[in-house]
């Protein structure tokens, strides 16, 4: 975590991270409505570097989420609808012979955008979901020996529908590690949801999201927020929390120490959100459940739903750093 320990950003970085912060949440927050929590989750999830994987029912706004997201980031953008059948050249490119020349070439696939949105990643196979890893760990495709950089900022948005039904593959551990938060939109309010039926938001909005800022701006947007102010005594407190899922006797598998330090960057990313230019023990707990519920196991198996519940037992029950 040596990161944290940095020169910290200056005034100007951070001041141009919290405008950055602030206009992409209004942005995406014409069309999803009554959401305001998810959006800003959304948000935190970008500005931290990582990835981002939505669960819920469908018809709930996931796909719609991820795309005013997309939209307000602006530069390239690539989707790809998952089925069953689907393989992983179909994600990362192909090598193309041409029989003019005797030359080989690859085609890159959908992967090669800033943002990709891989819409219900859990129907497609095993295999093909194993294409993701190496693209999100290390922002890179190989194929036939070669190694190709993806762009930067590289952000992807997965959504999955629950796991039981037809036609669902579970992600498999050392998938989910990969995304910095899950979230789940969950229903409208009653007067979110009529706004959504009169048009003033959901997929009826989506005209008007624009980008409001560039691939260029978010990636040193990202690079600043790695450098927001994390004291001491809270590094010890995420320390002290992951510790805590390791030992819990509901969880038979706790955090891992990747999961320690990408808790901390989410932090610091939603502190920006926040309008703040250090993280506070507030900031910790807003992203303690959407950034390990996917890392725990109760049970043996990945409960994300349950896992946030004992996550927030934890939050609600250890000892908070004083100022």
Same mark, same amino acid.
């Given at each position: 975590?040596?990161? &944290?320990?940095?020169?910290?950003?200056?005034?100007?970085?951070?001041?141009?991270?919290?405008?950055?912060?602030?206009?992409?949440?209004?942005?995406?927050?014409?069309?999803?409505?009554?959401?305001?929590?998810?959006?800003?989750?959304?948000?935190?999830?970008?500005?931290?570097?990582?990835?981002?994987?939505?669960?819920?029912?469908?018809?709930?706004?996931?796909?719609?989420?991820?795309?005013?997201?997309?939209?307000? &980031?602006?530069?390239?953008?690539?989707?790809?609808?998952?089925?069953?059948?689907?393989?992983?050249?179909?994600?990362?490119?192909?090598?193309?012979?041409?029989?003019?020349?005797?030359?080989?070439?690859?085609?890159?696939?959908?992967?090669?955008?800033?943002?990709?949105?891989?819409?219900?990643?859990?129907?497609?196979?095993?295999?093909?979901?194993?294409?993701?890893?190496?693209?999100?760990?290390?922002?890179?495709?190989?194929?036939?020996?070669?190694?190709?950089?993806?762009?930067?900022?590289?952000?992807?948005?997965?959504?999955?529908?629950?796991?039981?039904? &037809?036609?669902?593959?579970?992600?498999?551990?050392?998938?989910?590690?990969?995304?910095?938060?899950?979230?789940?939109?969950?229903?409208?309010?009653?007067?979110?949801?009529?706004?959504?039926?009169?048009?003033?938001?959901?997929?009826?909005?989506?005209?008007?999201?624009?980008?409001?800022?560039?691939?260029?701006?978010?990636?040193?947007?990202?690079?600043?927020?790695?450098?927001?102010?994390?004291?001491?005594?809270?590094?010890?407190?995420?320390?002290?929390?992951?510790?805590?899922?390791?030992?819990?006797?509901?969880?038979?598998?706790?955090?891992?120490?990747?999961?320690?330090?990408?808790?901390?960057?989410?932090?610091?990313?939603?502190?920006?959100?926040?309008?703040?230019?250090?993280?506070?023990?507030?900031?910790?707990q807003a992203v303690l459940g959407p950034a390990?519920?996917?890392?725990?196991? &109760?049970?043996?198996?990945?409960?994300?739903?349950?896992?946030?519940?004992?996550?927030?037992?934890?939050?609600?029950?250890?000892?908070?750093?004083?100022?």
């Amino acid at each position: 975590m040596s990161e &944290i320990h940095a020169v910290p950003a200056t005034a100007d970085a951070l001041d141009e991270a919290v405008d950055t912060a602030g206009a992409l949440v209004r942005s995406v927050a014409q069309t999803v409505r009554g959401k305001d929590d998810v959006v800003r989750l959304a948000v935190v999830a970008l500005l931290a570097g990582g990835h981002l994987l939505i669960e819920d029912q469908p018809g709930t706004g996931k796909t719609l989420l991820a795309k005013s997201l997309a939209a307000s &980031i602006g530069g390239s953008f690539g989707r790809v609808q998952c089925t069953p059948d689907l393989l992983p050249g179909d994600l990362t490119g192909t090598t193309v012979y041409s029989p003019g020349d005797g030359s080989w070439t690859f085609r890159p696939g959908p992967l090669f955008n800033n943002v990709v949105l891989v819409d219900e990643v859990n129907r497609t196979s095993p295999r093909t979901q194993a294409a993701l890893l190496e693209p999100m760990e290390e922002h890179q495709v190989s194929a036939d020996g070669t190694t190709h950089a993806l762009p930067e900022p590289f952000f992807c948005i997965a959504t999955q529908n629950p796991f039981g039904q &037809i036609g669902t593959f579970p992600l498999p551990e050392s998938q989910l590690d990969r995304f910095t938060l899950v979230v789940t939109v969950g229903y409208p309010d009653r007067n979110a949801e009529r706004e959504i039926l009169t048009g003033r938001g959901g997929t009826d909005r989506f005209g008007d999201v624009h980008p409001v800022t560039t691939p260029e701006t978010v990636a040193r947007v990202a690079e600043s927020v790695r450098h927001v102010y994390v004291a001491e005594p809270l590094v010890d407190y995420v320390l002290d929390l992951t510790a805590v899922t390791r030992a819990h006797p509901r969880l038979t598998v706790g955090a891992s120490p990747r999961a320690s330090v990408s808790l901390l960057h989410a932090a610091q990313a939603h502190a920006v959100v926040s309008g703040n230019h250090f993280v506070t023990p507030d900031d910790v707990q807003a992203v303690l459940g959407p950034a390990l519920a996917h890392r725990v196991s &109760i049970g043996g198996t990945v409960d994300t739903v349950a896992a946030r519940t004992v996550l927030a037992e934890i939050a609600a029950t250890h000892p908070v750093p004083r100022p």
